[in-house]
């Protein structure tokens, strides 16, 4: 008589499933998280809890969990968003979330995070100066953090008693930047004088 002999072995099932994901259209900075506000469908009910990858192409723009459960005998699961403030003028972004499983087509949804800095730029300059001081610093100051480089055009109102540069330029990555008033020493005796000088740059408000 010959012994029973016995060997387990896995069967990889050859079937595939197709992933979508549905978000809401417009997210914006700074607000709560959004509980339930994405979903992830696969095309077919599942035979046992699956387990969903689900990965932001932009975490500076909106945050998911690691992953979500497809219970088995479902469809579909919900995850939290959570938009993220940051400091930066960027606009309005289009974020990408996508949701995998090894085997399966990968879905993926796009939605608007709307930024909630308002770009709006400020002048500082001292209140007075005197004829003779020569440069004196005056600056440029954004209401956030700039993501390019900002060109920001100056002008006085009295070239030839307050001199300011053409432009001045707020680097990537800051929020201001410094320039000189060129105070001139001229020999009239025109007493004292209000100069207006003016700070303007394509889409800030000052």
Do not use: K
């Amino acid at each position: 008589a010959f012994n029973r002999a016995e060997a387990d072995f896995w069967v990889h099932d050859n079937e595939s499933a197709d992933l979508t994901v549905t978000l809401p259209p417009v997210l914006t900075e700074g607000q709560d998280v959004l509980v339930g506000g994405g979903m992830v469908e696969v095309s077919d009910p599942v035979d046992e809890d699956v387990e969903v990858t689900l990965t932001s192409l932009d975490e500076s723009e909106v945050t998911v969990p690691a992953f979500v459960v497809i219970s088995a005998g479902g469809t579909s699961a919900v995850f939290d968003l959570t938009p993220v403030d940051d400091a930066l003028l960027d606009g309005d972004v289009m974020a990408t979330v996508a949701a995998s499983v090894s085997g399966w087509n990968t879905g993926s949804a796009m939605t608007e995070v709307r930024d909630n800095e308002v770009p709006t730029l400020a002048l500082t300059v001292p209140a007075d100066v005197s004829e003779g001081d020569g440069a004196v610093t005056a600056m440029v100051s954004l209401t956030g953090e700039a993501v390019e480089d900002i060109t920001v055009v100056l002008s006085s109102s009295a070239v030839t008693e307050i001199g300011v540069p053409a432009s001045v330029t707020i680097p990537a990555g800051s929020s201001s930047a410094d320039f000189d008033l060129t105070v001139a020493d001229d020999p009239d005796m025109d007493g004292n004088y209000s100069v207006v000088i003016t700070a303007t740059s394509a889409g800030l408000t000052q």
